[in-house]
């Protein structure tokens, strides 16, 4: 089955600054690939999408690149806000859907 | 409107007690599912339904038993509850099956005590 390797939290960021967690994949075929974000309290919801190798997701000032080659995800800002805090998760799009372990952010003023 | 709602939002019971939890959505679509978040955040899918129809099983302990009396809506009952179980559950929905783009509930902390 399809799995996600996430690098492990929590990262805790100054505002401004630049984020990049990284996310890495094993599934069947070649789907979307995903991130939802989880502010406190909330459910999940979707960040951004990307639907073939080499596009690029990109949501709210975040972006991620479909890397088939490196089969990689990688999430990326480049300033952070304090109301960013929240936990991300990355998905392979086959369904189930199959999360990482999710990556706590914490941005401080 | 809330798209996709849970009640309660918080359950602290004795072990051994049964429980429910009742989640709706409200979007029209049709498929549902449960998901079940560990205190580490590691989030696992337990059940996914499609027009009423139970899809998805993974393993999870027969002492819980999902319901969907319509699409619109999806039901957990928890049976013996045991500490292992205290989590937070997810309910979300899917405007169809195969579709990898959800929508989550706020979700229900079940505390066993």
């Known amino acids: 089955g399809d799995s996600v390797t996430q690098m492990e939290g929590p990262v805790t960021l100054s505002e401004e600054a630049f984020l990049t967690i990284n996310c890495t994949y094993t599934?069947?075929?070649?789907?979307?690939l995903f991130w939802y974000v989880q502010y406190p309290g909330e459910g999940l919801q979707l960040l951004l999408k990307a639907t073939k190798a080499d596009d690029k997701g990109s949501n709210k000032g975040f972006e991620a690149t479909y890397r088939k080659e490196t089969t990689s995800f990688h999430l990326e800002k480049g300033s952070v806000q304090v109301s960013d805090s929240a936990v991300y998760f990355c998905a392979p799009g086959n369904t189930p859907l199959v999360f990482g372990k999710g990556t706590r952010l914490s941005v401080i003023a | 409107d809330t798209a996709v709602s849970q009640t309660p939002k918080y359950l602290v019971t004795q072990m051994g007690n049964d429980k429910s939890i009742k989640c709706e959505q409200n979007l029209g679509h049709d498929t549902m599912y449960w998901y079940k978040q560990d205190s580490k955040k590691f989030l696992k899918i337990m059940f996914s339904y499609n027009n009423k129809e139970l899809i998805i099983n993974e393993t999870v302990p027969n002492r819980f038993s999902p319901k969907s009396p319509d699409k619109a809506h999806l039901n957990l009952h928890i049976n013996s509850l045991e500490l292992g179980d205290s989590a937070v559950y997810f309910c979300a929905s899917s405007p169809r099956q195969g579709e990898s783009i959800q929508y989550f509930g706020a979700g229900t902390r079940l505390s066993v005590l």
């Open positions: 599934a069947t075929g070649y789907p979307s």
